[in-house]
């Protein structure tokens, strides 16, 4: 007797509709220099299946968002680029952000990565579906995106600060953050009031000086300053970089040493180098006194917390910004903003026509790191995580309850003043663990519990001599040091070091699975 046939396709449908399809198998959130430099490592090892979202319509991340006037790099730029793409061409020492940001445009092109790119993306939050094993991320449109594995890429210089000032949303005049530079708004013959004496700051505020009919810059923290020995880069020393085998990886190598030992090492050493640290400042503190006439004005400007407590920095153009009769020093704190101009805490009153914010970005704050949600095993928010553990990575990289998730600039990630070392070395991380779950045959890839529990407590035992633990760094009010009281954004190491473990840390120190 013949079998009657059974009618299995209603089964099937609802067996298979139940496991979503993979769009791609890697999804890299953000296309700055971090997104970048990961695209290109995941196509060097093999690993071709992936896209990276960005929320803008173009690559570079900070050097396409903030267009300010003065905008460089603070590091010498022969350090600031990638090691295996090397520019011969930078007009200058210290690069202006025009170049870095073409530059990117330039690795995008050369590597084949503008294919893998997602223009318009605003991720809103990535969830990890234990079901599955997969990771769903979703953008602002409602878009969704299906992969195995997610690669955080946003920076820590994305969502800027803005101040929490009373009375500032009555200002009538034109108002605007540095990292959102409105360059349709002519500041020429106005009064323009600044929020903030930092990093920006000090490149922002001599250019706009000379149109200026006044400027009020308001100091909360005075930030510490070393000379600036910009120069352009000859036509001849490029052709050398360009044809001269090693020339400019020499030059790099050198200018690499120079500002880690200034901007890093000393810092994390300061328990055995606290004698680099107090000649630094005598040297700015000189600086400042060769440079400002008042010598009032000079000891405002001087910073009563160590050298290395906020991100110093380098200019020879800042400081005597303070000599001209129409620049104004205020140190007095800000009471409120009225619809007309500041008041500070002695009761003056500085009118004022446009209101400036150079007061940098949200860093370890919470939501800050990544900008956007991040949900692993049983919807654990990893914000919550962090704010029950502390910041915390292994590696910098990775963190248990969240497999295949890594990130790019985690928590103690950064241990060099460039951070295309930290980038090379995290994204060596992230391929080491890829092509050890391919070896394995597996898909499910969880840093232990006991090996980010270690790294953390190494972590700690170092931070004891950094500068941020056994040195002055009261009122610096540095986004180096957490709420937590912790200093997560620098890790304790060389960069070096923190190289060779990302070329050999074990594998045992996952959990990989195939599921």
Sequence with gaps: MALAAVDTSQDFSEATSSVPVLDHDIVIIGCGFSGLGTGIKLL???FGDFIILEKADGVGGTWRDNTYPGLAVDVPTLSYSFGFEQNPHWSNLYAPG???KAYAEHCAKKYGITAHLRYNCDVTE???DEENNVWVTSTADGRTFTSRYVVSATGYLTLPKLPDIEGIDDFRGKKMHTGRWDHSHDLT?????????GATAIQVIPEIVPKLKSLSVYQRTPIWLLPKKDMPIPNWLQAGFKHVPGLQRSARTMMQIFTDTIMINGLVFNKQLSWMIKWLEKFSIKHIRSQVNDPEIQNKLIPEYDFGCKRPSFTNKFYPVFNEEHVELVTDSIERVTEKGIVTSDGKEREIDTLIYGTGFEVFQK?????????????????DYWEANRYQAFEGATVPQFPNFFMIMGPYS???ASYFGMIETQTRHLTRCLKAAEKRNANYIEVKQSANDKNFKKIQKRAKYTIFQSGNCGGSNSYYIDRHGDSPFIRPSTSIEHWLTSCFFRMSNYNFKAK
Excluded: N, Q
Excluded at 189 to 197: A, P
Excluded at 372 to 382: A, M, Q, R, T, W
């Design 44 to 46: 060097k090892k093999g």
């Design 98 to 100: 025009s170049e870095l």
């Design 126 to 128: 990535t969830a990890y």
């Design 189 to 197: 013959g106005e009064r323009v009031g600044f929020i903030g004496t």
């Design 367 to 383: 939501g800050s790191v990544p900008t956007f949600g991040v949900k692993g095993l049983s919807g654990l928010d990893i914000s």
């Design 414 to 416: 950064v241990c060099s």
